[in-house]
């Protein structure tokens, strides 16, 4: 599939990837990762959080403050970003990366 910028999915995936080498340093540093499931048709990116980052109560303010802003850098044609396993605040089982309890 050819994207409106002559780009390829596979092309695009790679431009993602790299975008999430780019933050993934800061992440670790919490215990957390991410990784990409999938990229849509219309550009809606999928990701995982891992690790902490799958039960942080801070993974929502993550994945929009820092990984879709990473990835909009480097792919602006991307729609939206979206987690499937986000956690949201008031989860009794959210907790704070160690270094940040």
């Not at 695009?12 to 340093?25: F, M, S």
């Amino acid at each position: 599939m050819e994207t409106a910028n002559s780009l390829t999915m596979d092309e695009i995936k790679e431009q993602i990837d790299t975008a999430l080498d780019n933050i993934r340093p800061y992440l670790k540093t919490d215990g957390g990762n991410v990784k990409l499931l999938d990229v849509s048709d219309d550009l809606v990116v999928t990701l995982e959080l891992l690790g902490a980052c799958g039960s942080c109560p801070m993974s929502t303010m993550t994945l929009k403050a820092g990984v879709e802003e990473a990835i909009r850098k480097v792919v602006p044609q991307v729609k939206s970003v979206e987690a499937v396993n986000i956690t949201r605040p008031d989860d009794p089982n959210a907790k704070l990366p160690d270094n940040l309890a």
